[in-house]
């Protein structure tokens, strides 16, 4: 087949992760899988046995925010086996972040136990900027709930819902009415 015959076929690809926050290194994974796929879809996993700072709520609605001019970025939740929500998507694969040596295990496995339960999908594995490839949610929300800088590292958006839930959670009653 000449490469002109080939059908333009739109390419999905899901991104998954806990994104509690998003962070500048997941939007630099995000824009490059944009730049390889015609549709990505950033998929918050609903995760009973985490305890997150942000609900599945407060994470999609700060990821529709950053991308809203970006209709080639779509956010959604998934719960259950990653690989079934990725075929309902018609997805062809799946985009992780790789920063470190550290990274690289638990994601070898986790591509391999997935290509073991769909041949079909393919994990691409995508390398962010240097300056990010010390920057996780984890991290983040430490340095930040003690009194950290984490500006230039989360979007501002991001950087403002942390300040909010800061202030929420030294002060559970500010915003309540009394009836
Ligand atoms: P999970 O709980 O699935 O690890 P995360 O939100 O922590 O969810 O990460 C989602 C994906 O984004 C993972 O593939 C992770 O390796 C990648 N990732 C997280 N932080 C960064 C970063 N700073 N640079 C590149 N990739 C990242």
Redesign the pocket.
Known sequence: MSPTSIPPTARTAVF?????PL?N??V??IERGSRLFHRVVVAV?INAEKTPLFSVDERVSMIREIFRDHPMVEVDTFKGLLVEYAKQQGATALI????AVS?FEY?FQMALMNRRLNHDLETVFLM?DEK??Y???RLIKEVFMLGGEVSGLVPPTVEQRLRNKQASLRNPMAGTRKA
Request: proline share 9%; hydrophobic share 15%; no cysteine.
């Open positions: 998954p992760g806990s994104f509690d962070t290194g997941h630099d994974i996993a992780r972040g790789l920063r990274d994601e962010p990010y490839t920057t996780s949610s």
